[in-house]
């Protein structure tokens, strides 16, 4: 069978499979998430708690690449067509990745983020598990991991991801005034927002406040 690949990060899949097509790009959710979430976020937000959460996932993948070479376990037979017979398969990293993700995110929204409605809240809750699942999938339909192995992976990161939460929001969340006041996060505009219930609506009524308020002068003027 002849193979083609998302040339992004070389993610091989059958020529003629559309099916493959779909889950190699799904494969690359994690690249996506990195670049598109979090360095778009902190180009505009600059928030602690998010820095804190993807200094986390970036931990979790190291400690995934330190397993990796602990247990040295192969990945299945298709990793001769797949040209991924050098590296090791247990556990996932794209499991672990995905795992810690959902988990910390979906712990930061039940717990930390105030929402206007229940349904919200059980959207963000409930968004990242459906994609945690087809990314978790596409590994093993593309023939980069077992079962056992995404399994594995899904199971490291779940648990890397709580006890980073535990970490981030019950013992570092009492330092993070005291990073806000430091001179380089001063200078880049590095805030925390954990003290304010409803951050959202927050920012919104002091946006329309601000607005008003410049409206106002410009009257005067």
Known sequence: MSLKAVTLTHVRYGAEDKLGLMFAWASLLPVFISLGGFVTHFIFRRELQAMFFALGLLIAQFFSEFV???VKESRPLTCEALEMCDSHGWPSSHSVYMAFFSIYLTLLASRRLTFSTSLGKLFVVVLPWPFAVIVMYSRIYLGYHSLGQVIAGCILGLILGLVWFLIVNVVLVHTFPILEELPICRYFYVRDSTHIPNVMLFEYQ????????????????
């Open 68 to 70: 990796k070479k602990s």
């Open 206 to 221: 002091n946006c329309r406040a601000a607005r008003k308020s410049e409206e106002e002068t410009k009257k005067k003027g």
